[in-house]
């Protein structure tokens, strides 16, 4: 893990182990509030990329970046396992109903209820 961008009090590091699993990013984001001298933490789960202010006076850029790689190392088997791959699960399920409605109102309907029926049940959904 290595920075991406270092300035006085501040560092932006990034780890592709927290990649869409916003679970495993909220546990860090508090894992790393935690560590001496951090006085804000903002962890990504979209892009892995996290943001940490510290106080320089009580840590350092290599203390924090070791902490947080200890965090990573000893994270909880249950944040890893939720995230990105039930999210993806999910919405596999959502394409496949959508797609299985299109079908059956092409099939069964007239042309204009067709193309309006699935139209309509997607925006009551919502």
């Known amino acids: 893990m290595a920075p991406l961008s270092v300035l ?9 182990d927290i990649i869409g699993n916003f679970k495993a990013s909220e546990y860090l984001e508090r894992e790393i509030e935690r560590l001496n001298g951090v006085l804000e933490a903002s962890v990504n789960h979209r892009t892995g990329r996290m943001l940490i202010r510290f106080n320089e006076n009580l ?15 000893n994270m909880p088997d249950e944040q890893l396992k939720t995230g990105f791959y039930d999210l993806q699960k999910t919405a596999e399920k959502g394409l496949l109903k959508h797609a299985l409605i299109d ?22 959904k919502r």
């Open 59 to 73: 840590s350092d850029r290599t203390t924090i970046t070791k902490g947080i790689k200890e965090i990573i190392k």
């Open 103 to 124: 079908a059956v109102a092409h099939a069964l309907l007239p042309k204009p209820f067709n193309i309006l029926l699935p139209l309509a049940i997607n925006s009551i």
């Open 8 to 16: 006085p009090g501040r560092v932006r590091l990034e780890s592709p």
